[in-house]
C-alpha cells in the first residue's frame, strides 16, 4: 500500500510540473514575445520542438496510429494553441483564464461518458471550487465580453479536453515520448498552415524572443506535455484535471511579484479556494483525509 501511495505521489509531482511551467507562459509572452502574432507563437511553440523530437526518436506512426495521432496533435495542440490565442487576445486576461478553468469539470464530464470514469463528489466540488478560486484571482470589474473570444476560449477548453480523454482511451504501441512526439509535430504542422494563411511572414524576433520560445518550446511544451500525457496515463481524469488549476495560480503569483499586481483579501481567498480545489481533486488525500477523521472520531 506504501508503494502504491508512494508511486502516485511520484505521479503527481512530476504531472503538477506541466501546470507550473504554463503559468509561466503569460508573463514571457507579454515580456519577450512578438506581439499580435498568436498564431505564429503557437506554431513555433509546437513544431521545432516536435521535429527535434522526431529526428532522435526515428519513429513513425503505423496503421491507424496516422489518424489518431494527427486527431490528437490538432485536439492537443494545434485547434488548442489556435482557439486559446484568440481567446486571449479578444477577452481580458481574467476572463480568459477564468474560462480556461472550466477545464477540470469537462474532463470529468467526457471521461464519465467515454471512459465510464465517474468522478468522486470530492473532484466535482473541487473543480467548482477552482473555477471560483481562479475567478476570485483574475477576475476585475469593468470588462467587455466578446462572444467570439468566449466561444474560442470555451472551444480551446473542449477540444483539449477531448484530446485528454482519448489520451487515456487509445494505448499507443510506442513510448509516451514517441507519442507525444508525433502530436507535436501533427499540431505544429496544421498550426504552421494556419500561421501562413492568416499572418503572413514571420515576425522580427530579438534575442530576448528567442530566449522566450526557447523556454515556452522546449519547457512549456516538449517537457511540460510529456509529463502531463504520462499523468493522464497513470492517473484518474479528475486528479490530473483538477491539477491544471496550478497554471492561473501560478500565473497571478507570477504577475505579482514580478510585474506588480494587486494582490489583498480577496486574491488570498482565491489562492486558497484554488488550492483546495486541487487537494480535493486527488484521491490520495481524500482517502487520507476521511481516514484521520475516522479515526478521530473513534
Known amino acids: 500500500m506504501e508503494d502504491k501511495s508512494a508511486g502516485r505521489g511520484r505521479d503527481v509531482a512530476l504531472t503538477i510540473f506541466a501546470p507550473i511551467v504554463w503559468g509561466t507562459t503569460y508573463l514571457v509572452t507579454q515580456l519577450w514575445l512578438p506581439p499580435h502574432r498568436p498564431l505564429f507563437t503557437a506554431a513555433i511553440r509546437a ?13 513513425l506512426p503505423t496503421g491507424s496510429w496516422w489518424w ?9 495542440f494545434g485547434l488548442f494553441f489556435a482557439l486559446l490565442f484568440v481567446g486571449a487576445y479578444r477577452l481580458p486576461g481574467g476572463l480568459a483564464s477564468t474560462l480556461q478553468a472550466t477545464g477540470p469539470l469537462l474532463i470529468m464530464a467526457i471521461a464519465w ?4 470514469e465517474r468522478p468522486s463528489g470530492a473532484a466535482i466540488l473541487g473543480g467548482i471550487l477552482g473555477v471560483i478560486g481562479v475567478g476570485i484571482l483574475v477576475l476585475r470589474a469593468g470588462f467587455v ?22 489520451i487515456k482511451k487509445w494505448t499507443p504501441p510506442v513510448d509516451m515520448l514517441t507519442f507525444t512526439t508525433w502530436q507535436l509535430v501533427a499540431g505544429g504542422l496544421f498550426l504552421t498552415v494556419l500561421a501562413a494563411l492568416f499572418e503572413g511572414p514571420p515576425p522580427e524576433i530579438t534575442a530576448a ?21 504520462r499523468g493522464l496515463r497513470r492517473l ?5 484535471g483538477t491539477l491544471g488549476l496550478v497554471n492561473p495560480l501560478v500565473a497571478t503569483l507570477l504577475g505579482i511579484t514580478i510585474a506588480g499586481e494587486a494582490f489583498g483579501p480577496a486574491q488570498a481567498i482565491g489562492v486558497g479556494a484554488v488550492l483546495v480545489g486541487v487537494l480535493l481533486g486527488q484521491p490520495a488525500v481524500v482517502d487520507a483525509a476521511a481516514h484521520m477523521l475516522g479515526r478521530h472520531r473513534r
Open 47 to 59: 513544431l521545432p520542438i516536435g521535429v527535434v523530437m522526431l529526428l532522435w526518436r526515428r519513429t
Open 68 to 76: 489518431k495521432a494527427a486527431l490528437l496533435g490538432v485536439c492537443n
Open 113 to 116: 461518458l467515454v471512459l465510464r
Open 145 to 166: 465580453v466578446d462572444g467570439i473570444g468566449v466561444a474560442a476560449a470555451l472551444g480551446s477548453v473542449a477540444v483539449s479536453s477531448l484530446g485528454f480523454v482519448l
Open 209 to 229: 524572443g528567442w530566449l522566450g520560445y526557447a523556454w515556452i518550446g522546449i519547457a512549456g511544451t516538449g517537457v511540460a506535455y510529456l509529463v502531463w500525457f
Open 236 to 240: 484518474s481524469a479528475a486528479s490530473v
